[in-house]
């Protein structure tokens, strides 16, 4: 069964940092495109990041470009969102969500298209 689950969430504090994994079981995230959504209270799905199945290149949102990074560790089957200088507006529940076919790009995940597998995500506040 295919199955992908978020870990890391917390409360933590303006400007800390916490780092997120989605751990993969059922099949393996070789070649696939990963992405990263989160979903604050009240507003709709966003997505926040990807990580290329191919060739490692990765994508932001804007809302969060030189704060994450997006890795991947193929030996251990997953993928991790790294949070660095946290802000309230970060405040959401995070999910990683694989695509249906290798063939789907980080331009097709981040653009809702063949999402097919989702964590059931993991709540990050940021609050003082």
């Known amino acids: 069964q295919v199955q992908l689950v978020e870990f890391g969430g917390g409360l933590v504090q303006p400007g800390d940092s916490l780092r997120l994994s989605c751990v993969a079981s059922g099949f393996s995230l070789d070649y696939y495109a990963i992405g990263w959504f989160r979903q604050a209270p009240g507003k709709e799905r966003e997505g926040v990041s990807c990580?290329?199945?191919?060739?490692?290149?990765?994508d932001y949102a804007d809302s969060v470009k030189g704060r994450f990074t997006i890795s991947r560790d193929n030996a251990k089957n997953t993928v991790y969102l790294h949070m660095n200088s946290l802000k309230p507006e970060d405040t959401a529940v995070y999910y990683c969500v694989a695509p249906s076919t290798v063939v789907a790009g980080c331009h097709d995940v981040l653009g809702y298209r063949y999402l097919e597998h989702w964590g059931q995500g993991t709540p990050v506040t940021v609050s003082s």
């Open positions: 990580i290329s199945g191919t060739d490692g290149s990765t």
